[in-house]
């Protein structure tokens, strides 16, 4: 008890002391975690998306001009149902009406979104299915390539083509995220490791004494491992503060305002993000001073 | 207590500092160790503490042969000698009660240990009335002896002094060996690097002579020796 209270008092002194650069330590330790924090709550959010979105992967969207004359809608079909990776029980036909019709049971909470509509936009099109999920890119070529009256199809959608586009880009951030995250992490342990090495230089009389007396390493070290210790747990409780602030004020209602995309946060996830985040700053400030002490104090 | 055996220390540089030192110094006793500036009274001293190592020879402290001592071990070493140097080392911004509680914190002792013993031992040294007072409010004479009560405190066998009285006036040169006099007649080893001839003199203890790293002479009861 006796320790803990002179380790404490020697811990605080010294954050105390330096406070410009204990300030700047924890704010860099708080903006890597809380980037951390915001990539991993934001690629899971996106992962879910995706997953509610697979179940129409198997799906294929091709979209009429309304210029395609009845015998050329004919032929078309034909050509559809006859390509052998599709299950031909599964293509639907689905006119401008019925698309329009749809649009607006969707939206029925945002009639602002259709109440002025007076021309419909939305195209004739056929809906169809792949036997197989993994053959829509397959099916989406040979559409484009081989199908009769190829001027009169404006477009092939896959479900799967625009998600995998859209992994691409969120692929991208992640890997942005992590390696801002890391670098971030680094610099992290470097400005904790300068305060500690200042904090080192400025008690070198006083360290000088102490091994005099008979104290041993670790006596003279842990104020400094504490001291590195407590601006990470600062700097992770900033971040802590920041990600959650996020996620009430601009995630949460991100969910409400965008139903139609699916958005979720998995249930259990910011019970172990935080606790992660924590143990984040206790390592960068850990590490920091670490290297500090290693570099800086021979005992 | 202390045996050194064919210990030669050469600093960076070639410089022979101590050269082929062979004595014992037995428990309770009292040596002066005297010799010109350079002559390597403080490396005697440092080797003791493990601040420098011999380039060869060995060392036995109480039959513990320090050369071989283990790096953690190397404060349980320091914690049964006590130092005094000439500058004090004492912490600024701490009292004089301060200071030398400090010693006993630093070794795991108890507040209320230091709080019963740091009092007792500041009265021992004749400065029980400035508990609470800041080194640079003592004088000289004063922060020595704050610095020898720092030295005792957790009572070492063993108490070593490189030039205690070098930046103490010379009046008051005499009352700080009279301590160290004291600590000694209770039982611990002192030993104390000097070039005051007239404190060699006048306490007529054991005299070993250094010049040029080498032992020159050892003496019971001796003199200073120089002109
Ligand atoms: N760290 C060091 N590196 C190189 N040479 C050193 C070192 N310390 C001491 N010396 C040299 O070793 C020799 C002995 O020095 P030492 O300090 O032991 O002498 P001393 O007897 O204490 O002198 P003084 O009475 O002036 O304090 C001197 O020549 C000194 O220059
Ligand atoms: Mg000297």
């Not at chain 2, 404060?75 to 004089?96: N, S």
């Amino acid at each position: 008890m006796n320790k803990i209270a002179y380790f404490a008092s020697e811990t605080w002194a010294s954050l105390r002391k330096n406070l410009i650069l204990a300030v700047a330590a924890i704010a860099v330790v708080a903006v890597s975690l809380g980037i951390l924090g915001m990539v991993v709550m934001g690629w899971n959010m996106f992962s879910n998306m995706i997953k509610n979105a697979e179940r129409k992967v198997g799906e294929v969207d091709i979209y009429l001009s309304d210029l395609t004359t009845e015998e050329e809608r004919a032929a078309i079909e034909a050509f559809l149902v006859s390509i052998p990776e599709v299950d031909p029980t599964k293509v639907t036909y689905k006119t401008k009406d019925q698309a329009l019709q749809e649009f607006k049971e969707r939206f029925k909470d945002q009639p602002e979104l259709w109440e002025y509509i007076d021309e419909n936009p939305l195209p004739n099109s056929y809906e169809l299915m792949t036997k197989d999920p993994k053959d829509v890119g397959l099916v989406v070529g040979r559409i484009s390539n081989e199908a009769p009256f190829r001027d009169r199809i404006e477009d092939v959608k896959s479900a799967s083509s625009a998600i995998e586009k859209l992994e691409n880009i969120f692929d991208k951030f992640r890997q942005i995220g992590i390696v801002g995250v890391i670098a971030l992490a680094i610099v992290a342990v470097l400005l904790v490791s300068v305060t500690i090495q200042v904090a080192i230089f400025a008690r070198r009389r006083e360290i000088g004494i102490m091994k005099l007396v008979g104290a041993t390493n670790w006596f003279i070290r842990w104020p400094f491992v504490l001291e590195g210790i407590s601006e990470g747990l600062v700097g992770s409780a900033v971040a802590i503060l920041v990600a959650l602030a996020v996620k009430v004020w601009i995630l949460d209602k991100l969910i409400e305002n965008l139903q139609f995309l699916r958005l979720s946060l998995s249930p259990g996830l910011l019970a172990v993000l935080f606790p992660c985040m924590v143990l984040g700053g206790v390592v960068i400030g850990a590490l920091g001073s670490a290297y500090a002490l290693g570099r800086f104090l021979e005992v | 207590m202390i045996r050194m055996r064919r210990v030669t220390k050469i600093y960076k540089g070639n410089v022979y500092a101590l050269e082929d030192i062979t004595l014992d110094i037995e428990k309770g006793e009292f040596a002066f160790l005297v010799g010109p500036s350079g002559s390597g009274k403080s490396t005697f001293i440092k080797l003791l503490i493990k601040e420098e190592e011999p380039t060869s020879g060995q060392i036995y402290i109480a039959d513990t042969n320090i050369s071989q001592l283990r790096k953690w071990k190397v404060p349980y070493l320091r914690r049964k000698i006590g130092c005094v140097f000439q500058d004090f080392k004492l912490l600024p911004h701490k009292t004089v009660y301060q200071n030398v509680a400090y010693a006993m914190e630093v070794t795991g002792k108890s507040r209320r240990l230091a709080e019963q013993q740091v009092p007792e031992v500041l009265k021992l040294v004749g400065l029980g009335h400035k508990l609470d007072a800041f080194p640079d409010e003592l004088s000289g004479g004063e922060q020595q002896r704050v610095a020898i009560a720092r030295a005792f405190i957790n009572r070492p066998p063993i108490l070593l002094a490189d030039e205690p009285t070098g930046n103490v006036d010379p009046s008051l040169a005499e009352g700080i060996v009279r301590l160290l006099e004291r600590i000694n007649e209770a039982g611990t080893t002192v030993i104390m690097a000097t070039h005051d001839k007239a404190i060699v003199n006048t306490f007529r203890k054991r005299v070993i002579a250094l010049e040029n790293g080498r032992i020159i002479r050892d003496q019971d009861r001796g003199v200073y020796g120089y002109e």
